[in-house]
């Protein structure tokens, strides 16, 4: 180790695809500025962190150990589509084979996938060619990781160790080695390091639910089709895959969770069955099961002097909507054209007043969304009473009504509320050259 520790203008520790994207869209945007920015990234090992404050756990099922781990994907909006292709990480993606998902069905327990009351959204309805894609998350992880790699974005294969502040600067240790950075950003995850030793906390609260992962082959095809079902106990997603498979999301009751990861193959695709009302006809298990619980996360702070946080260290939703990672994107997006901002007109990165106008930007329109989300999960999943009929007969209202579906489907691509540039897409986005 040499004596004196280099200093970067930025340090985004952990590499998942909100850290990894925020590193690429600086050094992709200061070089379309015609500047160089020292970027600095530390992650321990590729692989990405779960959409929970805990890492999902295998379980291995009775009679199921020669089946494989379950590949873990994301749903990536519109405008996820356009932050990656601004950090030149769409054409690596491209390569492993996403898929395009054309259409959404969500229906209640009460009604059939296909009563009157479902709602169905087409891409076509608002001209576009699909409602996003469902990539596996080592592939967008990698896509993201090289983008940067390529524009010289220095990575550090350690943990973070140890945080400190300094004169203009805040000093970093991880895996012996020490850096300097004017700028620290947390992408490290719901169990943030970062977090936690500046002194930020977070507001935890356990929605009392498991989610269970799976892939499984479907006895009908799934149409390029995304399929929610809405029950008292839980929430089951179906999300089509480029082989024809569906990779399966089951927010369950604890004590349900419990009582699926007990069974065996053939029972567990019989409840499974049940729970789907054979929107897809009968399935067949093809990977073990994953499990994490679910807890909602809320950053008491997004930033503070030298500091930033920017994905699940900042906030985690519920997985129903499938939008933590479309989130962490656009916080990474948010960030990056702040700083970018700042270094044009010649300004410290880590400047405070900076900093707090992302907080600012990204704290209301995360409340906003996470919000919506537990309120769909409390009145359609577990409500009762006049509030939850309300809410399911107003599924048919929306289904009935052209304007209402395209509102929805401009928020299912991600295209509503105060976006940065990149975003948006088009040209003149931050990071395009």
Known sequence: MSEVAPTFDVAVVGGGPAGACLAA???????????????VLLEPGVGGG??????????????????????????LSRASENILRAAGAWPALE?????PYERMRVWHESGGAH????????????????????????????????????????????????????????CLSAGGESLNARLVVGADGARSAV???????????????????????????????????????GTLAFLPLVDGTSSIVWSADDELARELLALDPQQFTRRLDRASGLALGETRLLSALAAFPLRRLDARRYVSARLALVGDAAHVVHPLAGQGVNLGLTDAATLAELLLAAVRRREDPGA???????????RS????????????????????GPLALLARRSMGVVGRSQELRRLFIERALGLTGELPRTARGGAGAVGVS
């Open 195 to 233: 977090r936690e030793m500046a002194g930020l906390g977070a507001r935890l609260a356990p929605y009392g639910q498991t989610a269970i992962v799976a892939t499984v082959a479907t006895q009908r095809s799934h149409e390029a089709t995304a399929w929610q079902r809405f029950m008292a106990d």
């Open 95 to 99: 390569q492993s084979r996403p898929m």
């Open 50 to 75: 779960a959409p929970a404050t805990e890492a999902p756990q295998s379980r291995e099922m009775p009679a199921s150990r020669d089946l494989p781990a379950p590949q873990r994907v994301v749903a």
């Open 365 to 384: 329109e995360v409340a906003l969304m996470s919000a919506s989300i537990d309120a769909f999960d409390r009145l359609l999943s577990h409500g009762t």
């Open 115 to 170: 009563g009157a009351d479902a709602l169905a959204f087409d891409a076509a309805e608002a001209g576009q060619p699909n409602l996003g894609y469902i990539a596996t998350n080592a592939a967008l992880q990698e896509a993201l990781l090289e983008a940067g790699r390529v524009r010289g974005v220095v990575r550090v294969s350690a943990a973070l160790t140890a945080l400190q502040a300094a004169e203009g600067v805040v």
């Open 352 to 362: 405070l007043g900076v900093l707090r106008a992302y907080e600012r930007w990204r």
């Open 25 to 39: 869209l600086l050094v992709r945007g200061a070089a379309a500025q015609g500047r160089s920015l020292g970027v």
